[in-house]
């Protein structure tokens, strides 16, 4: 079984749809992270948590809001999806507290807003 | 600040011959250098890593890089390369920051091989 897993694996939706992309591990690490990426832009950090009572922006959070309901479990939400939303959605893990670490990716959720 | 750069978004070769992926970065302090593959449909996985022990990086695959401070490098190659290398290589430093540590991704190579 997959260490990291992401549900759905593929979505679409209407401009304005609230939607949760849902990221649950089995390693045992207490980070986890929200990336989006899209074709020429590599991976850019929406969100991250260090634990579970640790919530932190990362780069492009606007329009973005996350739930860390365990330390196995990290949610993402879109709000209110808009088309410029459409990219593919990766949660990832690592540990190590206080350095550099490998982060652990999930398969990845494809999302189309119409 | 940091930051990365690959220097080509794709790079073509054909199978059995050498394989380099260019990645140079900017960085304030001592920073930790990953290199990680995307096959398609699939999440990124570890190719190798540099964390200041040897400047001379082995990873999975027959994949090695060598971290050059004075140019600021960490250039991906392969001796011999292999259909399955076909993917999406990223680039990734990993510096201190303000209240710990900020990861920051390339954009990415793509890496074809030719029969």
């Known amino acids: ?114 | 600040a940091q930051s990365v750069t690959q220097l080509d978004s794709h790079v073509s070769v054909s199978e059995g011959t050498p394989v380099l992926l260019r990645c140079n970065y900017s960085s304030s302090y001592s920073p930790s250098l990953f290199w990680y593959v995307q096959h398609p449909n699939k999440g990124l996985q570890l190719l190798l890593k540099y964390t200041s022990a040897a400047t001379l990086v082995k990873g999975i695959n027959g994949f090695e890089a060598e971290f050059k401070k004075s140019e600021t490098s960490f250039h991906l190659t392969k001796p011999s390369a292999h259909m399955s290398d076909a993917a999406e290589y990223f680039c990734v430093v990993s510096d201190r920051d303000t209240g710990g540590f900020k990861t920051i991704f390339g954009a990415g190579t793509r890496l074809f091989v030719k029969a």
């Not at chain 1, 899209?38 to 606007?62: M, Q, T």
Request: aromatic share 10%; with cysteine.
């Open chain 1, 1 to 114: 079984d997959a260490d990291v897993t992401q549900t759905p694996r593929n979505r679409i939706t209407k401009t304005g749809k609230r939607i949760m992309l849902e990221c649950s591990q089995t390693k045992g690490h207490d980070r986890m992270y929200w990336y989006r990426q899209d074709p020429g832009l590599g991976l850019r950090l929406i969100y991250y948590s260090f634990d579970v009572k640790d919530i932190n922006k990362g780069e492009i959070s606007d329009g973005y809001s996350v739930s860390r309901q365990a330390q196995a479990k990290f949610s993402l939400s879109l709000e209110s999806a808009i088309p410029n939303q459409t990219a593919l959605y990766f949660c990832a893990t690592s540990d190590r507290a206080g350095g550099p670490e490998t982060q652990y990716f999930g398969p990845g959720t494809r999302l189309l807003v119409l």
